[in-house]
């Protein structure tokens, strides 16, 4: 039978097929690049690289896992066996019970109910306004200022804006920055996917954690010219290597396309390609105009994790920003989780709380006798609920395990009286 361990034994041996299959450097007779400093490094016997310059050392699999970022020597091993063509036999499971009694760090979204983490399409007519959108988008985000009505997470932007010179997106970003820039990095060049781009997203990206936000600018300049690329199985291939490393990294990667010139009743089947892009892609947003002439559009926005909506939006020519008219049908939110809502009531008057959820279960029942809930289950509705727990109701929720006893702690995230500190009680996933 397949083991994780007799695979990783399997392809230990074949450290230099790896990296000549990998198209990483390699010089005969045994010298590589260091994943982790960049200096020449030693292959030593085919299975193990050293860095004198560093210290660092490693398998293959060890290797990989530095190169690209893996947080999991699983998902490198994986990774190495298919550059290698060694197939796996043996599904990666885990039982639903395990899954649901996990918990999960809660990172709040990049643009507050826009794109979250994974990777989103931005679609739109040729000269519409798309590239001007991207770049507000980088701007705020590199800086944390409200897109909109909405909060954004402030961090690293990476930005590749490959239809344009360095000339003409230092006029473009005069325009919309007045000259005030954040954590914002910028590309013109780049390679193109199986070509070079995955890795140098990666190295990039290992290189600055900060980084939560990619743009890409477009799809169009990063796609092998082949015929095969075009059709639902090229398009999804395509796609999922991007997916691929925004799960990877934690992060949002937003990729601008074009939509047709047919109209479609439904506006995601106004994305030019085939459905295969829209079917790897975690969301979409679709930028469109009423007239080419004009100022006024809109912007749907269709994602896995939120309900559908339509924005109203106004280009101002000027400051080449789109401005916000509202949205197109009131936004309902989704109902409340009544577990949750209790929640929020029993902490309401209190900084902090702690303790089984025996003892939880018994409280909120006092406020809501009709909760249909087991101290397990109730565990679990509070793993999966993490962030809306956080932007409901301001509570923050982590799970302690005390000499074989569990506690849950819960704790107001707006008190100032830091009682405890529970970043520290969160258990790795």
Known sequence: MQTTEILRTEVKSRFIDYLKAAQIPYYEPSLTVCPHCGQHAQVVGDFLWNCPNCGSKGDVVDYAMESHGFRKPSDALKHVCRVLGVKICSLDTIAAEELMDMQFPDNPELIEGLPGKG????????????????????????????????????????????????????????????????????????????????????????????????????????????????????????????????????????????????????????????????????????LEKENRLGTQGSLTVTSREHPDKKLLLDFDREKKIWKFLGYADAQEEDPEDPILAAVGSFLQDKPSWKGTATELLEALLKINPDLLAKPNSLVRRLNAKTRELSERHGIRYVGRREENVKYLILESVSDKNDMCDISDALPSA
Request: proline share 1%.
């Open 119 to 286: 990777l989103y399409l931005l679609a739109g007519a040729s000269k519409i306004g798309k590239s001007w959108l991207v770049l507000w988008l980088a701007h705020c985000v590199s800086l944390g200022l409200p897109v909109w009505e909405l909060k954004t997470r402030q961090c690293g932007v990476l930005y590749l804006s490959l239809e344009d010179t360095d000339q003409q997106l230092q006029r473009r970003l005069v325009e919309v920055t007045g000259g005030e820039t954040g954590d914002l990095t910028i590309a013109t060049d780049a390679e193109l996917l199986g070509s070079g781009l995955e890795e140098q997203l990666t190295n990039f990206l290992s290189d600055h954690s900060e980084t939560k936000f990619v743009i890409i600018d477009t799809l169009q300049k990063i796609r092998q010219l082949k015929a095969d690329s075009y059709s639902y199985a090229g398009d999804y291939a395509t796609l999922t290597v991007l997916k691929q490393i925004a799960d990877r990294f934690d992060l949002t990667i937003l990729l601008v396309h074009h939509t047709r010139k047919q109209e479609a009743d439904d506006t995601v089947d106004k994305i030019s390609g085939t459905t295969g892009l829209i079917g790897c892609a975690d969301g979409s947003l679709i």
